[in-house]
């Protein structure tokens, strides 16, 4: 009898450490989640995953919501409005550091896949004199590239030229059509659309200025405290929509979905897609958090807003990826 028990003690030890080490997905309670985001590709993920149900079979009920431009997302964002935001995680940095809100970076996405497009009068961003830079807000995320690019070019912010905030990629790409608004950077489809009514490229900005991470997923702190498994069960859908994009078996299905939701013809469907899929500046592996590319966020906040005293400090601050983490162990492959 008391080998027996012995034996049972210690098949219960071993199967507490194993539920310690790999423990099983959370409940799937119904939930509605409110997800802001930017127009553009960098949503195809989530596309995917209501696509083919991943949200749905854990429970989740997505809500869309699009932003006009990051000063309402990171408004809303903070007053409750909504529950999780896509976009250029600077945004996040520039709500710790500068509205002192307390944000947490819990995904990545992409690396941006931005270019720097001018109108046809413009061959050099030196040519920019006199002229306008359109951006989405002057102090966060891509404006900064712009403004770094510009500055390595001998051009004097406000001197030389001007920043213009227009927001989102839409309007950035409509701006364009002023002859003062000569500059800005947009990613697909907005750089191919922009193309077509005669912008040029000077350069992708992972060429230009390194690499970025650009897209991501952030939150405030007290929501993911408080919902903690509903948004690993996000995350984990998210992972699988990732995935779907990624795998080549799905290219029709993919396409298929960029042209109904972001509204394309087949070929800048075609174009965008062939973006996503760029090593380093599309889609990440499982939309995975690229630190070198953070930290590189971190030095440009660092020296084009002069924050930190133009040092950038340790990511760890801005930065919750266990929930990620958790939800990569039981995402489906």
Known sequence: MIRISLALMSAAL?????????????????????VNVFRGSSNLPIYLAQ????????????????????????????????????????????????????????????????????RPEIN?????RGKSYVVDAPNTAYALIGRKIFREAGLREGVDYKLDPLGGSEARTNGLNVPERAAT??????????RDKG????????DLYGPYQASGIFVMRAWAGQNGPALERYIAAYIEGCRLAQDPSQRELVLRVLQRELKLTP????LTYAELMAKGSGMAPDCEFDM????????????????????????DKYLDLSIYQRARSHARP
């Open 14 to 34: 071993l199967a507490g450490c194993a539920a310690t080490a790999h423990p099983p997905p959370p409940p799937n309670d119904p939930v509605t989640l409110k």
């Open 124 to 128: 050099r961003p030196a040519d920019l």
């Open 267 to 270: 070929r800048i469907a075609e």
């Open 292 to 315: 070198k590319g953070f930290n590189n966020v971190l030095a440009l906040r660092a020296e084009i807003e002069g924050q930190w005293g133009g040092k950038p400090p340790a990511p």
């Open 199 to 206: 912008a040029k490229s000077l350069g992708r900005t992972i």
């Open 51 to 118: 696509e083919k149900g991943y949200f749905a079979r854990r429970g989740i009920t997505v809500e869309m919501q699009f932003t006009p431009n990051s000063n309402a997302q990171r408004q809303g964002l903070a007053a409750g409005r909504f529950d999780i935001a896509h976009a250029a995680i600077d945004n996040a940095i520039a709500m710790v550091e500068v509205a002192k809100a307390d944000v947490i970076i819990v995904a990545g996405g992409d690396g941006g896949m931005n270019e720097l497009l001018v």
């Open 185 to 194: 950077l947009l990613n697909p489809p907005w750089n191919f659309l922009a």
